[in-house]
């Protein structure tokens, strides 16, 4: 994780929709992570803390506050991050 | 105006949404439950949303095409149950001529299906069910 103690801690809402989140058992869980991660740590850390997450893709389809993302972006404090199973509107 | 309706989805409305004076070609697309996916039977569909996101998303495709060319778009997805042969998904289009209507109809259900997060979960004719595209579960496993 690519932590930095002079930007301080964050906690994320993870979301958890259709299939995935009847594998997890939750539909929302609180994730707390080092400044400066991004959703790619964050899904690494959502791993370690929830183990029904392991069944789940390494890299799934992930959007922050309602807008698609790569695993790279960064997080802020208090965002709303979900991870979503293969799309499947029409 | 929402984009996700739990109500059963009226084209003739939709239309009346798009149609003006000016507009000359208007072109719609349906998409329908279909009776059968990968072999199997099926009866019946339940659909679900992240429902801020997939409003959020759809807002997104009608600007993008309204801006892309000079129509003007509307756009309803069903959410719920379906039974074969109910419309999930309405697009209907209005230009001055059918070449930005049939463009901009065609990438605004292509953009849908590819952008907007909407589930669907089949219920098939021998009592199986499963989610729509869930192959991907169980890459991850270690």
């Known amino acids: 994780m690519t932590s930095s103690a002079s930007t301080g801690g964050l906690t994320v809402s993870v979301l958890l929709f259709a299939r995935y989140a009847e594998l997890v058992g939750r539909s929302r869980v609180e994730i707390s992570l080092a400044g400066g991660a991004t959703v790619g740590d964050l899904i690494d850390e959502f791993r370690r803390q929830v183990p029904e997450s392991l069944t789940l893709p390494r890299r799934p389809l992930c959007a922050v506050n309602l807008t698609h993302v790569l695993s790279g972006h960064p997080l802020r404090n208090g965002d709303e991050v979900a991870i979503l199973p293969p799309l499947a509107g029409g | ?142």
């Open chain 2, 1 to 142: 105006m929402p984009f996700l309706s739990d109500a059963p989805l009226d084209l003739a409305r939709l239309t009346a949404r798009v149609q003006g004076p000016e507009r000359g070609g208007i072109a719609s697309f349906l998409g329908v439950v279909r009776s059968e996916h990968g072999g199997r039977a099926v009866v019946r569909l339940d659909y679900s949303a992240y429902h801020e996101m997939a409003e959020a998303e759809c807002g997104r495709i009608v600007a993008e095409a309204e801006s892309r060319w000079p129509v003007q778009v509307a756009l309803e997805h069903r959410i719920g149950t379906l039974e074969v042969g109910e419309v999930a998904v309405a697009v209907v289009v209005a230009g001055a001529h059918r070449d930005e209507a049939f463009a901009a109809c065609r990438h605004v259900i292509d953009e849908l299906k590819r952008r907007a997060p909407i589930w669907k979960r089949e219920h098939f004719a021998d009592g199986g069910l499963d989610w729509v595209g869930s192959t991907d579960v169980g890459v991850g496993r270690p």
